[in-house]
């Protein structure tokens, strides 16, 4: 039995997965009980009215290409949220496996792991070395029964990019033992690049991607997991069969193409730039005590009063995060970065 099968859930590596109606272009489809016509107003590419192909081969293809790895190492589903809750499911069972987390971080990974009654040990990042990982601590923590690491770089809500020798390093370490799992949501953002280039030394290392940020298409749901072909051969077992809707496909096949890339580095350089601007505007405004450096679109500000200034804000028409539930952020708010006129606001309102 290969190390992915004997980390995984029994029953999932033994699991029959359900067989969905057959993909064969060029047959009619008499198979699958859809009608045969479009309903009036359906203006999709393909028609709504069939089933979508399960991983569709063609969407599946460009995120290949985009995130440099082959086809069989790409798994696409409803945002990178949806691919935390399969990991989970397929390596933990409840009551007797548990998953690592570095708070403060992402809250899913938390709550997929409740879900589905799996432990959570939390290894704290460390806030003196503006939120570096406790590789001893992390590597201590890393007993018979974890089976995911979870990491995020750069990390929600704190900003900063992750060591990239200290990920290589635990991968390393946890080999056949625990996957390491890298949310690389905000990596478009960073100067430091994507660890998925790591993937083929690193058969324990799992990259989560999305286009929800850095591509604009949060409303389509769509993200990835980039892994070795056998993690992601067990999801497939488990995820729905036709978790990407068409709509879903054609959003991001068309967000995909040439052009639209070219757009979304020339975002990703605006938004950097205002990142730039507002993080010194803020730092000229008088009862904010922190700005934390940040490789993602948001900042994490600490604030003299942050209840104040969550009410500024709101009274100028602006929404912002508070995190301040979060173990070490008893100040903090995290800070999307908007528009040049959306900063101007928020400065304004904190004045
Ligand atoms: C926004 C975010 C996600 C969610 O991405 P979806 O693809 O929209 O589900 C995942 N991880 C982190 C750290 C995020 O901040």
Partial sequence: ??????????????????????????????????????????????????YPEPQPRNL??????????????VLAGRGSDEMIDLLIRVFCRSGHDDIVICPPTFGMYGVSARIQGAGIASVPLLSAQGFALNVPALLDACGPRVKLVFLCSPNNPTGNALDETSVVHIASRLQERALLVLDEAYVEFSSQGSLVRHLPRLPNLAVLRTLSKAHGLAGARCGALLANAEIIALLRKVIPPYAVSQLTTEAALRQLQPAQLAAMRAGVD??????????????????VHRIWPSDANFLLVEF????????????????????????????????????????????????
């Fill in 1 to 50: 039995m290969s190390w992915v099968s004997a980390l995984a859930r029994p029953e999932i590596v033994q699991l029959k997965s359900y067989e969905h109606a057959t993909w064969e272009i060029g047959l009619d489809r008499l198979h699958a009980n859809e009608l045969p016509w479009r309903a009036t107003g359906d203006d999709s590419v393909e028609g709504l009215n069939r």
């Fill in 270 to 287: 605006m938004i950097s730039s205002e990142r730039s601007r507002m993080s010194a505007l803020l730092g000229k405004v008088e009862g």
């Fill in 304 to 351: 003299q009063d942050a209840t104040r200034a969550l009410r500024r804000a709101r009274e100028a028409g602006l929404l912002i995060r508070d995190v301040r539930a979060q173990p070490g952020l008893d100040r903090a708010l995290r800070i999307s970065v908007g528009t040049p006129e959306q900063t101007s606001r928020l400065i304004e309102a904190l004045r």
């Fill in 60 to 73: 599946i293809g460009a995120l290949a290409q985009l995130y440099g790895v082959p086809p069989a190492c």
